[in-house]
Every structure is written in structure tokens, then in C-alpha cells.
């Protein structure tokens, strides 16, 4: 018999900066905040961030709580994507995310 919500997918419960947020300082972290124990390699592999300088390193807070830094501040003036690919991204259990999803903000220096 299988235990109470091995089979459930996770879900991101939050993503910081919020989607559309606009003036985030250049120097922000992401944070996401999954509803699961995660697979921190797999979950790695699938998250994809563009938009302008890229270059991050994964920090794991908790086995639910990721945080992105950026290796040098962000884009000043640009739309930054984070996407989640639901064929990568998965728990701890081997349970993908249900669908793909996509997240976007605005660095300082856009009107």
C-alpha cells in the first residue's frame, strides 16, 4: 500500500521576487519554495533562468526551500524568466510537477 502522498506531485508554493514584480534590486536571491522534499539535482537540471547575466549557483536551505545567487548582480533594466521543466524537476520520491511553469520579474531601470 502505498503512504500518504507518495504519489503526490509537487508544487512550487512560492517563488520570490513574485511574478511581475518590478523594480527588484539587482542584487535580490530567488527563492522558491516547493511543497515537497525535493530531488536537488534533478530539480536543478530543470530549473532554466534568462533574461540577462545568468550565471547562479544553487543553495539549498531545506530539502522544500532553494535559493539562487547570482554569481555577479543582475541585468540592471531586465525582464528575468525562471522556468521550470516538468520532465526534470522532481521530488524526493520521483514524483515530476504536473506542468511546466514560467515566472518572470523586472530589474531596477525599466519604466
Known sequence: LA?????DRPTIMNVSPAENE????????????FSQAMDKVKTEQG????????NVRFIWKSDFLLQI??????????RYEVRFDK??????RG?????????????????
Open 3 to 7: 503512504r500518504n502522498g507518495e504519489f
Open 22 to 33: 518590478r523594480n527588484v534590486n539587482p542584487n535580490t536571491n530567488i527563492e522558491i519554495l
Open 47 to 54: 530549473i532554466n533562468i534568462s533574461g540577462g547575466e545568468a
Open 69 to 78: 545567487q547570482f554569481k555577479t548582480a543582475m541585468t540592471i533594466g531586465k
Open 87 to 92: 520532465n526534470l524537476v522532481k521530488d524526493a
Open 95 to 111: 514524483n515530476f510537477l504536473a506542468e511546466n511553469k514560467l515566472t518572470y520579474f523586472y530589474t531596477t531601470g525599466i519604466d
